[in-house]
């Protein structure tokens, strides 16, 4: 199904409710008189919480992390506790559910997911960090290599829980990203690693250039990332600060001049190390919040632990993006999707 009829359906299943420099360039103008603007480039179209606190086939509907268009049309929708859905696009409503674990039968922290070509799913695990390759049905079938450096210490300088926590396909599906969630031991609070693969001719892909990305405040994690036609992504950005609640903004980031920081041990300012240029797009906090109500102290009601993202097509000259909070399994967190426009130049 082509992306436009993808987003229609979804559409309507959705409720209305250089040193280290980082300078990017500017967003699009968008239509800053919608009552719905969150920025000049930015607007809600709507949410849902119809999923929330709710299960299917025996299995909990919620700690939600990321989001894929899959080849028939409907939306895949990967949990954190090792099991992955299939939503209907118009309703949202689960039709189906698998469970994965890794090769030995243990559970995953999977967060990142990609619906590959041929239809299997690449996906991420904070574990060790992993990359596998599994069949619609949950077998493995393969396994990506991952640089030592960005391995859980002791192996490697990550942190347990901040490692691989986004992915996708760039390059018409040539390349893979994967985005570190923070920094690693050596690198500057707040620089996180974007490590590559690239597509061999037999479809598994090999280690390649890896890259810096800076967030605007160190206790600012990348739970997400998405590649546009164009090359550049879109990066979400994510924190939490207690009595305060959720931040999350979104970026327009542009890796393509990046410097390849594979062979750089350590990331702590060094003179002509180019990270991804980025333009904050904007800030959930500044959007309408359409009737929603939270369940703990937020700025703005609207706002959740948002951490998966996914672009779905794109309508006169915006790209629809749809976001889903991870709840966490928390009475105080909310499952939530929501439906941007975003335009980008």
Not at 2 to 13: K, N
Not at 321 to 327: K, Q, T
């Amino acid at each position: 199904m082509r992306l436009r009829t993808v987003l229609a359906t979804v559409t309507a299943g959705l409720a209305a409710a250089t040193c280290l420099s980082a300078a990017g360039p500017a967003a699009a103008t968008a239509d800053t008189t919608s009552a719905n603007a969150c920025s000049p480039s930015v607007s809600i179209d709507g949410f849902s919480d119809a999923l929330d606190k709710t299960t299917f086939d025996g299995y909990f509907v919620g700690n939600l992390s990321a989001l894929a268009v899959d080849k028939d049309g409907s939306l895949a929708a990967l949990a954190d506790r090792s099991y992955l859905f299939d939503l209907d696009a118009r309703t949202l409503a689960p039709k189906s559910v698998v469970g994965l674990a890794d090769e030995k039968g243990a559970a995953l922290d999977s967060e990142g997911l990609v619906v590959d070509r041929d239809g299997t799913r690449l996906i991420t695990s904070e574990t060790e960090p992993s990359v596998r390759r599994y069949s619609v049905d949950g077998r493995i079938l393969d396994r990506l290599p991952v640089p030592a450096s960005l391995l859980v210490s002791p192996a490697g300088r990550a942190t347990g829980n901040q490692t691989f926590e986004g992915l996708t396909l760039l390059n018409g599906g040539r390349t893979l990203l994967a985005s570190m969630e923070y920094a690693i031991a050596g690198d500057t609070a707040g620089i996180v690693r974007f490590q590559t693969w690239t597509r061999t001719k037999d479809d598994h892909f090999r280690l390649s250039a890896q890259y810096a990305y800076r967030t605007d405040d160190p206790i600012l994690g990348v739970p997400e990332v998405q590649a546009l036609p164009d090359g550049r992504l879109l990066v979400l950005e994510r924190g939490f600060t207690s009595g305060v609640g959720n931040t999350v903004r979104l970026y327009l980031a542009d890796p393509r001049h990046a410097t390849d920081t594979s062979g750089i041990e350590n990331l702590t300012g060094q003179a002509g190390v180019r990270l991804i240029r980025k333009t904050l797009l904007t800030d959930i906090a500044t959007c309408p919040s359409l009737g929603a109500t939270a369940k703990q102290p937020q700025s703005n009601p609207l706002l959740d632990n948002i951490e998966g993202m996914v672009v779905t097509g794109r309508e006169k000259g915006a790209y629809k993006v749809l976001l889903v909070s991870d709840d966490n399994q928390n009475a105080a967190q909310t499952t939530r999707f929501y439906r941007l426009s975003v335009r980008v130049r």
